[in-house]
């Protein structure tokens, strides 16, 4: 859909299909019988069918080793003749039968061919030999017809032609130029418009009959080359046009020499010089200097507007080139201060085979190069003030210069540092993924790219996200001028903010509103890399075995699957290290020009792989490396709802083998082996990090590389799972180290309430009937016991808080006593009995302490006084 030519199925268009039969050398339409799947294209559709086509029988396939033919020139005076062969051969299986070959013209005639049918089996050839016997001095074009029983090619033609002379003419080879100078030209780098450089030499034949060019070779820098591809023939007064090219990756002088080889009896073979300059230089003109040259004096250099629209002068940062009728630059100057201006202009070197400069009494030529407006103005007007209007040696020449150019305006012009292929700013800027709330600053440089006077008076962000450093209530640009302003993204969610522009209000007549668009995306990714989390739907998957060393990666080492322009579109980090890692790869909506969300289909996918422990990063951009990539499954090409299976391994790396997740009971043992993978050196040390976490929850010890942990059985259990951290460093040089994370679960176990012993003996029964502990008040005291809080009659080896329950029924009042963990709840239910009884004495309760087996709390208090409501004297206290 990216391209403007079609070349594919588009959605819901009819299938249709062709047999090969490769022992028939035939093709034939076949017709589907469709199983299963779509009968019409579905993007990642699966069709199951059966074909059948009828080839028929085996045909021929004719072959010929030429369909042209140029005699050249032949001296009919003398009956002179000439001779060409070409082979006739079968390439198909079937039987191939010639019915005919004649010839138009009586002047082309079959030499052992006498006419008639012959038959060539498969792989069978045969050569045929045509004869040219001019009988005048004329120019003979003719056709030959052969023809056959092959299908596709019943009748072939063989174009021949001849010059039938008095005198053979030798066929002589001229060129264009001697040599050629591709002059100074900007690398690659630079940003100008640069290479490939293009010169075309013309290759002629000013003889007679064909000059044949056989090969054109050159020697030298490899920043040369030329178009020829094969053998070709240049008739009497006609000309070849030879490509030549120089393309510059250095600031260095290239050489080279062309060798053209050719028929012509007299320069068979001819040299061909060539030299070019690349250069890193910031400015537009460019020249080389040599030995002589003619000093020019620039009164004036300006601008002329159109209807009487007045003159503008050629400004700082303006260049004047002077050049030879050739077009080469062989002077320059870049306008600096106001006055005369100093322009030198170089001769050819005479000690050169290439003609580099001027040669003396040339016409001089002129070119202006406007910064501002960004173009080569030409052609430019000389008036001659003083000395001569040709190239001299050591001449001197004063002038004004001048050239038309349409009015200039004022005009907002912007540079982000966001280019093109070609080096050309974009004018917008994608900050890509950042983290939610973060903030990310970029510089833009906003500046008058017209020629009047432009105003700003104001510079503002159009949404919230975005802010910009302008503080000024206006500012006046001449020509060239501009300002750096800061710009902050900041996003507030995980969306993507594709219309946020930067407005700058100035008298641009055209734009007095100026939008810059400034987009990005907002990223809630826990990981290393930031990405935007685009719909479901618009992703590919990629499921990544990742090794260090050949080993499973650690915990939270994470990899992020970026484009081509190095904009991280998925992420995951390992959670743990036995599972397989799986990897989103969002996709672009194609919703905005400026800003980039993700994948575009059939785009390439790269990876980048976060070390979290040691912090390092290591990266993939399709070739095998720092990272190596296998792909398993799938491609490595972006398709939306794409899977793809890849193993990616980081070599050399050194780190701590990686332990499984582990899942244990309080109380239980937990124990496992740390193991070194390339250490660095053999002395490596290893030590627990962060042994704090787990302080007073059970004793440990790392001894030779083993943990151990004898976990509390009562206090170390936790909803949260324990990261338990442990280094290796290098005692010389702690710098070399890894941090491994070991993900321990310690699963709470809810333990029973206990009744306190003496409680249970002394104040509790057990009712086997009723399945309950009782306690009965004896029915002759005069008292009555009020019920207690039972909760005191039990201790709580975890620790957390009892809660307790009051019932009534008919004969007693009841409590359930209860540990209130959810998931595995303990209760125990209490019959209180009493007694009829008369009176109430109020205020004394059956009390006990939460007593423990570690000792913490031997005491026990089960009768206490606490109050004596009624007001009159209690009777008895009991305490044990």
Not at 70 to 97: A, I, S
Not at 506 to 522: L, R
Request: net charge negative; glycine share 10%.
């Amino acid at each position: 859909p990216e391209d403007n030519i079609i070349n594919g199925f588009v959605a819901d268009e009819a299938l249709s299909f062709m047999v090969w039969d490769a022992d028939a050398e035939v093709e034939a339409w076949a017709e589907p019988e469709y199983l299963n799947g779509p009968e019409v294209f579905t993007p990642h559709g699966v069709t199951r069918l059966n074909l059948a086509a009828e080839v028929g029988e085996p045909q021929p396939h004719i072959w010929l080793s030429g369909y042209v033919n140029h005699f050249g020139q032949v001296d009919y005076d003398d009956e002179m003749t000439e001779d060409w062969d070409f082979v006739v051969e079968n390439r198909g299986p079937g039987e191939l039968v010639v019915s005919s070959i004649t010839s138009d013209l009586n002047v082309f005639t079959f030499v052992d061919y006498q006419g008639g049918e012959f038959t060539l089996a498969q792989a069978e050839r045969d050569t045929i030999t045509v004869r040219f016997a001019p009988d005048a001095e004329e120019h003979f074009v003719g056709r030959l017809t052969l023809r056959s029983n092959d299908p596709d090619d019943p009748v072939i033609y063989i174009d021949v032609d001849g010059y039938g002379v008095e005198e053979v003419i030798e066929p002589d080879i001229d060129l264009s130029v001697n040599n050629y100078f591709f002059g100074v030209q900007h690398v690659n780098e630079n940003g100008w418009p640069n290479g490939p450089f293009e010169f075309v030499l013309g290759i002629s034949n000013v003889g007679g009959g064909e000059l044949r060019v056989t090969a054109v070779n050159h020697a030298g820098s490899d920043a040369f080359s030329s178009d020829f591809e094969r053998e070709v023939v240049i008739p009497q007064d006609e000309t070849y046009n030879l490509t030549l090219t120089f393309d510059p990756d250095e600031a260095i002088r290239y050489d080279a020499m062309f060798t053209i080889v050719s028929d012509d009896p007299n320069d068979d073979i001819i040299q061909f010089p060539v030299r070019g300059i690349g250069s890193d230089s910031e400015e537009y003109f460019l020249h080389y200097p040599t030995p002589g040259s003619h000093a020019i004096i620039v009164q004036r250099a300006y601008l002329q507007l159109p209807d009487d629209g007045g003159e503008v002068d050629l400004s700082e940062g303006d260049e004047i080139g002077v050049f030879t009728p050739a077009g080469l630059c062989v002077g320059h100057v870049v306008l600096e201060d106001d006055g005369d201006i100093g322009l030198t202009a170089y001769a050819n070197d005479p000690d050169s085979n290439i003609d580099d400069g001027f040669i003396a009494g040339s016409e001089m030529t002129f070119k202006f190069w406007d910064w501002t407006l960004g173009e080569v103005l030409e052609p430019v007007t000389i008036e001659w003030v003083a000395g001569p209007e040709v190239f001299e040696v050591d001449g001197e020449t004063t002038v004004e210069l001048s050239a038309e150019i349409e009015e200039l305006e004022r005009q907002v012009g912007v540079t982000t540092g966001l280019e093109d292929d070609e080096g050309n700013d974009l004018g917008y800027w994608d900050f890509g993924p950042v983290h939610v709330d973060d903030a990310v600053e970029h510089t833009i440089h906003i500046f008058n790219s017209g020629g009047q006077t432009l105003v700003i008076n104001n510079v503002e962000p159009n949404h919230e996200t975005l802010e910009c450093d302008w503080d000024q209530e206006e500012v006046s640009l001449e020509a060239g001028q501009g300002f750096d302003l800061n710009v902050t993204f900041t996003p507030a969610a995980g969306l993507a903010y594709a219309d946020d522009q930067i407005i700058v209000h100035s008298n641009d007549p055209d734009e007095p509103e100026f939008g810059i668009y400034m987009t990005g995306t907002g990223s809630e990714a826990e990981g290393h890399y930031d990405y935007y989390q685009g719909p479901a739907d618009q992703s590919h998957s990629i499921l990544v075995t990742l090794t260090m060393s050949g080993e499973r990666a650690s915990l939270y080492d994470e990899v992020g699957v970026f484009n081509g322009t190095g904009i991280c579109c998925g992420s995951r980090a390992i959670e743990d290290p036995a599972q397989l890692l799986g990897v989103p790869a969002f996709g672009d909506d194609g919703g905005s020009d400026f800003l980039v969300e993700g994948f575009h289909s059939g785009e390439d996918i790269y990876f980048h792989i976060w070390d979290h422990s040691q912090g390092n990063e290591y990266i993939w951009e399709g070739e095998d490396g720092e990272v190596e990539v296998e792909v398993v499954a799938g491609q490595l090409r972006w398709v939306e709802g794409g899977l793809t299976r890849v193993n990616i391994n980081v070599p050399d790396v050194f780190f701590i083998r990686p332990v499984d997740n582990m899942e244990v009971d309080e109380g239980d043992l937990v124990e496992f082996d740390l193991e070194l993978v390339n250490p660095p050196v053999e002395n490596m040390e290893l030590e627990f990090a962060n042994p704090d976490l787990i302080d007073g929850l059970g004793d440990w010890t790392l001894e030779d590389g083993t943990f151990s942990w004898e976990t509390d059985p009562y206090e170390s259990g936790r909803d949260d799972p324990y990261e338990l951290q442990f280094r290796a460093y290098d005692p010389d040089d702690e710098d070399v180290a890894d941090l491994a994370t070991v993900i321990v679960l310690v699963n709470d176990i809810n333990h029973a309430p206990e009744v306190v012993t003496e409680v249970r003996d002394q104040i509790f029964a057990w009712d086997e009937e009723n399945e309950v502990w009782t306690f009965t008040v004896d029915e002759d005291a005069d008292w009555v016991m009020v019920i207690p809080d039972l909760r005191e009659f039990f201790t709580d080896p975890d620790g957390d808080e009892l809660t307790q329950f009051w019932w009534d029924q008919v004969g007693g009042v009841g409590q359930e006593i209860r540990d209130p963990d959810e998931d595995d709840p303990y209760s125990y239910w209490i019959r209180v009995t009493e007694p009829e009884w008369n009176g109430r004495i109020e205020g004394l309760a059956l009390t006990a302490d939460d007593q423990r087996d570690d000792g913490r709390d031997a005491s026990a208090r089960i009768l206490r006084r606490v109050d004596d409501s009624a007001g009159d004297d209690l009777m008895s206290s009991r305490s044990l």
